[in-house]
């Protein structure tokens, strides 16, 4: 269970996430810290409005989470904070001529609420040690929110930015199935984008809503050695610029494989590899190298 934690550290795949183990039963009362860096490199897909074209982008972030599971309503439930720093450059055609950017400092930080609705009740120490081994076979269902908050470096006269400048509510459905060594999970969220009302040249974007569906498959070699394979698919996300739509509708696909490996009893790292491919008329493809550590708190 240590190794959750690091899967909200240094091992996000580009904006969807693909998280193994996102619905794993915790005890509460417990904390996890984590820090992560991540490596992005490939051909990027801009929006139109921005008229970059052939461009290509290498990146690297680090990022500081820290996660607690509590105690609500009688159900199990943990919070997620997040906030990461990158820099990076990015190279390209602008309106037809090559150019280039190089940027760092903080990105969009992000908070997220987290509730088992079905399976995996509230317990503590030998009570959940107690529940997991008499229930090998079980079933989760999980909600949560995410909040995407526009504290990352943003200036309006850059077409180019590590914040978005606008708010990210991301409402999500999950369920885990354990069965014995083996997970298979299914996750379901939609982005709802708050406006930029500050985009490039003073205009204003707005977007429709993101689709993201993902699932996982995972086997648990001993506590804490696991290894994941991991899909997902997200469609949607058209948007305007100054009230004008643009043909930039996403059909998005992913894969990632992912290793957990303890150090100690409260101590783990997470290694992953991911690819994302952008399966328009303009295709791209991105590719993630990532690693994280986290240490466990309480009992």
């Known amino acids: 269970m240590l190794c959750i934690a690091l899967l909200s550290v240094g091992n996000e795949v580009f904006c969807q996430e693909l998280e193994p183990r996102r619905w794993s039963h915790l005890p509460t009362g417990i904390s996890f810290f984590g820090l992560g860096t991540a490596y992005t490199f490939g051909d990027i897909l801009f929006n139109p ?3 970059i074209e052939d461009s290509d982008v290498k990146t690297m972030g680090i990022a500081a989470a820290y996660i607690r599971t509590f105690d609500m309503f009688g159900k199990s439930a943990r919070i997620d904070m997040s906030l990461p720093y990158a820099e990076g450059r990015w190279e390209g055609l602008l309106a037809g001529e090559p150019a280039k950017a190089d940027r760092k400092g ?3 930080s992000r908070l997220r609420l987290s509730v088992n609705l079905f399976g995996a009740p509230p317990l503590k120490g030998k009570a959940f040690a107690g529940y997991q081994a008499e229930n090998p076979v079980s079933t989760t269902v999980g909600a ?9 470096e943003y200036r309006s006269e850059q077409l180019i930015n590590l914040g978005g400048n606008r708010w990210i509510i991301r409402p999500q459905m999950g369920v885990l199935h354990q069965r014995h060594k083996w997970q298979f999970e299914l996750t379901g969220s ?3 984008f ?3 009302k500050d985009f490039f040249m003073e205009s204003g974007l707005e977007q429709d809503p993101l689709w ?3 699932g996982h498959a995972v086997y648990t070699f001993r506590p804490g050695l ?3 394979l991991s899909t997902g698919y997200a469609h949607g996300g058209r948007s305007r610029v100054a009230d004008s739509p643009l043909d930039d509708d996403s059909r998005l696909s992913y894969w990632k494989i992912s290793l957990g490996v303890p150090i100690t009893p409260k101590q783990g790292l997470n290694f992953g590899f991911a690819a994302g491919r952008t399966n328009t008329r303009n295709d791209g493809d991105l590719y993630r ?3 994280g550590w986290s240490m466990m708190f309480g009992h």
Do not use: E, H, R, Y
């Open 49 to 51: 409005a921005m008229q």
């Open 106 to 108: 903080l990105g969009d």
């Open 144 to 152: 949560a929110v995410a909040v995407t908050l526009p504290t990352g």
């Open 190 to 192: 939609v982005f709802l």
């Open 194 to 196: 708050g406006d930029n």
């Open 212 to 214: 993201f569906i993902q």
């Open 226 to 228: 696991w290894a994941s």
């Open 289 to 291: 190298l990532a690693m």
